[in-house]
């Protein structure tokens, strides 16, 4: 089972890491001024759209402005409170990875059925979004897995942050 907590939380940290930079700085754009973004962050948004085809980002239907806000507001700091957790081995992480996987499941399934329904999104944009899809189901799994229960970190075996095991 150690194995198994630890390859999660690898692959969940990874994931984090990813929407802890694109949701500020990708991500945001959708909802905010390009004014408020460097030229090269804005280029980098415009290039994936054109390449994958996001009709989704080019257009910014409302549903999905929402969506974004709610990636911001509410996903983004779950990110980065898992990333910490992660790291310091915290006793909440598990909770945190629930409520996270499921505001991403119920984001990720508005969005694939708009995508799915319209007929507009190719292969390619698929595979895109449904990754993110996966990444809420492992939360939710990692969430129902046993805590560890110790303040070592769940990739390392010593502690990150500098506490010490209880004895």
């Not at 089972?1 to 929407?19: E, H, N, P, S």
Request: net charge positive; hydrophobic share 50%; glycine share 8%.
């Amino acid at each position: 089972m150690g194995a198994l907590l630890k390859l999660t939380d690898a692959v969940l940290f990874l994931f984090f890491l990813v929407i802890a930079l694109a949701a500020p700085l990708i991500d945001a754009q959708t909802c905010l001024p390009h004014s408020l973004f460097p030229q090269v962050i804005v280029d980098l948004k415009n290039w994936y759209s054109h390449e994958y085809g996001d009709y989704l980002v080019a257009e910014k239907p409302h549903f999905f402005v929402g969506i974004v806000w709610l990636e911001l507001l509410f996903q983004w700091p779950l990110a980065l409170l898992n990333l910490y957790g992660i790291l310091g081995g915290k006793p909440w992480f598990n909770t945190t990875c629930l409520l996270y996987g499921a505001s991403c499941i119920t984001s990720m399934v508005a969005i694939l059925s708009e995508l799915l329904g319209s007929g507009k999104a190719s292969d390619k944009l698929l595979m895109m979004y449904f990754p993110l899809l996966g990444l809420g189901v492992l939360a939710i799994l990692r969430g129902l897995l046993p805590h560890s229960g110790n303040s070592t970190s769940a990739i390392g075996k010593r502690p990150l942050l500098g506490r010490k095991k209880r004895v």
